[in-house]
């Protein structure tokens, strides 16, 4: 009996001792970066694991998923790279999801620069229009998608400043680089001053962002408590609240 008393008292203790912290790394799209802001704090708070952010455009972070860096989860801004990293062996099977729908605007500080986007390009009193690099930004590609629908790409190369991703492009445009440019809806406060014109889905491929579990986190319990957050009425509240249209 004393014994068996050990034992379920033993159970009992082992029972209340919290789930070990753990540490993990994301890569993640640069335009998710203000949903993060939101999201780590209260992830962190109510798991006790801790989160470290390594930010840049798609196409870079994918890149140097494949050269070895040490990332334990990817949250990219397109679909393709995901899947290429999960064919390839980079990420463990069956944990790839869309945890968000990207939205285009194009944008100037200049409350009085557009009312109607397109207009406002197919007139092209600007000295340069910024979009982030089309070969490694999702939100680069949908610009150039956008331009081409509207029959303006070939016209307006020469005005166009390119940045490598789509933190940077907003960059740009903020400290008067440029004039105007494509960002992220999500990079826009609700209240920011200037011109913006939501591009009309119809001009660009859907900006579907996929997540997924890297090999590098197979066994992190932090990475895979992360991704579970992701997907959570408290996350997806986060993330529709900042201007992205959930799946």
Known sequence: MKNLAFAVALSLITLALPVRAADAT?????????????????????????????LGSSGKLA?????????????????????ALQGAGFAVP??????????????????QAFSDGATYLAAGEFRHLAI??????????????TLQALGLWPAIQARLARAENIGQTYAMVAGGAAESGFVALAQLAADAPGSR????????AAIRQDA?????????????????????????????ALGYDLP
């Open 94 to 111: 069956d944990t790839r999801f869309t945890y968000a729908l990207g939205r285009l605007v194009l944008w100037s500080p200049d409350p």
């Open 132 to 145: 982030a690099n089309p070969a490694l930004a999702p939100y680069g590609a949908a610009a150039q998608q």
């Open 63 to 83: 890149a140097q998923i494949q050269q070895g860096a040490p990332f334990d989860v990817f949250l990219s801004a397109d679909v393709e790279r995901p899947a």
């Open 26 to 54: 994301a890569a993640v799209a640069a335009n998710f970066a203000a949903a993060m802001d939101r999201l780590v704090p209260a992830f962190e708070q109510t798991s006790g694991h801790r989160l470290t952010l390594v």
């Open 212 to 240: 997924l579990l890297l090999v590098h986190g197979r066994d992190n319990p932090a990475a895979r408590a992360f991704l579970d957050y992701l997907g959570s009425p408290p996350a997806r509240a986060v993330i529709s």
């Open 197 to 204: 014109w939501p591009v009309p889905l119809a001009l660009h």
